[in-house]
């Protein structure tokens, strides 16, 4: 199976960017289809962004388009979420999660459809 870590969060002011990076270690990353969910305090964990095996695919969550990239490095086994123009409803622990994938194209918006997760990050945006 494959373990995730997740790094690159801290404390950042509204307008401002972050990378968050999910390492994979364990099996090779580029056999798993990769998402980014989040969990504000009080709040369920809700979906961010998805990335197919191949990275040609890609989904994210109407709060964040436009603002968020998701993008992936099968060679160094990690994926990465650049996230621009933050805002304090961004305020979260963000999680990275794989899920097995025969089909290169695929990617998967609900939490339930993942197999591993990370530990998660936090990510503080302040006014």
């Known amino acids: 199976q494959v373990q995730l870590v997740e790094s690159g969060g801290g404390l950042v002011q509204a307008g401002g960017s972050l990378r968050l990076s999910c390492a994979a270690s364990g099996r090779t990353v580029s056999r798993y289809a990769m998402g980014w969910f989040r969990q504000a305090p009080g709040k369920e964990r809700e979906f961010v962004a998805a990335?197919?095996?191949?990275?040609?695919?890609?989904s994210a969550a109407d709060s964040v388009k436009g603002r968020f990239t998701l993008s992936r490095d099968n060679a160094k086994n990690t994926v990465y979420l650049q996230m621009n123009s933050l805002k304090p409803e961004d305020t979260a622990v963000y999680y990275c999660?794989?899920?097995?994938?025969?089909?290169?194209?695929?990617?998967?918006?609900?939490?339930?459809?993942?197999?591993?997760w990370g530990q998660g990050t936090q990510v503080t945006v302040s006014s």
């Open positions: 999660a794989a899920r097995s994938s025969v089909s290169y194209g695929s990617i998967w918006t609900l939490s339930t459809g993942y197999e591993y």
């Open positions: 990335i197919s095996r191949s990275g040609g695919s890609t």
